[in-house]
C-alpha cells in the first residue's frame, strides 16, 4: 500500500484500519402492513467497515429557578464511525452491527440521531440513539 503525501489521507487509512474494526449495516427498517399482514423488507443503504462506541459523557444537571439541580440522563447515546466513501445517513435510518469483536453488540440497533461535517474529514462521525424497543428492551 502507498501512502500519499496527503496528511488527511494518511490519516483516515490509519483510522480506517484501527477505528473501523466493525461492519456496521445502515438501512431503513421495514413496516408491516396491516391489510395484508406482511412487512415490508429492509432496504439496505450500506454495510461496510465501521465502529460504533458509547458516548461516555457526563450527564446534564438542569438547575431550575429554585436552585433545586435535576440530572438529565445522557445513556443511551453512541457514536459512530465509518469511511468518507460510505453515504450520509438521515434520521429514518437505523444502524445494526453485522460483526463486531464484542459478539454481545452484534444485532443490536441504534436509531441516526445526527451527522457532524468536518472541514478536514477524517472519518465520518453519526450520533446514535440506542433503540431499546428493537432490542428486546435491553
Known sequence: MTMSADPLARARAVAEKRVCTDTVRIYIPGTFDPDTWETTPDIVLWEGVGAVLPDHASDVTVTVQDGQGTPVSKMGRYRMFTPLS????????????IASADPDAVGRKWRVQAVERSSAPVLRLTWLTYDTTANGGS
Open 86 to 97: 460510505a453515504p450520509v445517513p438521515t434520521l429514518e435510518h437505523t444502524v445494526t452491527l
